[in-house]
Nanobody
Framework: QVQLVESGGGLVQAGGSLRLSCAAS????????MAWFRQAPGKEREFVAA????????TYADSVKGRFTISRDNAKNTVYLQMNSLKPEDTAVYYC?????????????????WGQGTQVTVSS
């Protein structure tokens, strides 16, 4: 079992930046693939980015490629999402997720562990 707690959301103007953090409770955090998803009002939860246990492999949704960067610090049991050049359509609740293997998968039902989410609002 692993508990995830997100932080760093807020209100930002279009073109601005935010960095989200996700702290994990488990000391074996380093073996988990970590991912970020988001869900806007009235829409399904969608994949944003994922990172391998070592941090050496990442994958991104096309909508955020080149603007967002996922990274992790296994010594701090924390994964990050640096979001630059934010757009109003990035407005959503952002969730951190984990799965206990090395596969970088993109569907929400493929991740067993979830945080409570953090709101990101981008004004135009």
């Amino acid at each position: 079992q692993v508990q995830l707690v997100e932080s760093g959301g807020g209100l930002v103007q279009a073109g601005g930046s935010l960095r989200l953090s996700c702290a994990a409770s488990r000391r074996t955090f380093s073996v988990y693939t970590m991912a970020w998803f988001r869900q806007a009002p009235g829409k399904e939860r969608e994949f944003v980015a994922a990172i391998s246990w070592s941090g050496g492999t990442t994958t991104y949704a096309d909508s955020v490629k080149g603007r967002f960067t996922i990274s992790r610090d296994n010594a701090k049991n924390t994964v990050y999402l640096q979001m630059n050049s934010l757009k109003p359509e990035d407005t959503a609740v952002y969730y951190c997720a984990a799965r206990a293997d090395s596969k970088l998968l993109v569907r929400p039902n493929q991740y067993a562990y979830w945080g409570q989410g953090t709101q990101v609002t981008v004004s135009s």
